[in-house]
Every structure is written in C-alpha cells, then in structure tokens.
C-alpha cells in the first residue's frame, strides 16, 4: 500500500517549513503543496516566529540547525502562542542530545534528513494532541 501525503479528510493543514537550506524547505513545500496541504517556507527561526502568529499555520516542520535560535527553542516559541500547532523537527544531527532537546521543547515527532517523506506523511495526518 502506498503512503500519500495527502492530509485527513476534511482539513486544510497548513504547514510551515523552516530550514535555512531554503531550496530544500521550498521542495519540501512542493511536494506538501501536491498533496494538498497550505505551505509557508522560512529560513530561520526568527522569519518562522511572525509567520506562525500572523496565520492559521497548524504544523510547524523546522531543521534542528538554525542559524540564530535553533529549532528546539523555535518549538518552544511557537508553544508560547497558545495555539495548538503540531510541530516536527527533522534533522541531520540525530544525536540523543538534539532528539532530547526537541522532545522536552514539546515536539512531537522527529525525522532524520534526508526527509523520509512516507514516515512524515504520516506524522502530518495524525491527529493533533488533545490538551
């Protein structure tokens, strides 16, 4: 059975990629925007911050390694807007202090690079944590 990275039924996800590589970030929206998911692409945490507050973003999928303020602290930003927003960290860094670092932020997932686009179709189609 194919994966697809379409998004549930009867919603509109919109998602914001940040990655410094922004020709990948860009792909990466491509891709998501083929598949029918909104997308907004930022190269850096500190562009991603004032996009996540200024629209209906509802996924937040971010590198690790940002110039500036790095993925975990960005995670922890976005949580500060008392929103629910799911967010997703992919990185090439998969070290136990990076994942840590992400997990205790308050992501909820974590992709190794390169992206692993069946493993985070699924990711983005799960239903957003209650509470």
Known sequence: MQT???PAA??????????????????IAEILEMSGYATEVAGS???ALPRAMASEVTVV???YRLPG???????RQVQRLGRQVRTIVMSAY????VTGDCSEAGALAFVAKPVDFPLLARLLRAPAPVG
Do not use: S
């Open 10 to 27: 009867g919603t509109r996800e919109r998602v914001l990629i940040v990655d410094d590589n922004v020709a990948l970030a860009e792909n």
């Open 94 to 97: 998969t070290d136990a202090t």
């Open 69 to 75: 303020v790095n993925g975990a602290e960005l995670i």
């Open 4 to 6: 697809t990275l379409e």
């Open 45 to 47: 945490a500190e562009e």
């Open 61 to 63: 999928v971010t590198d």
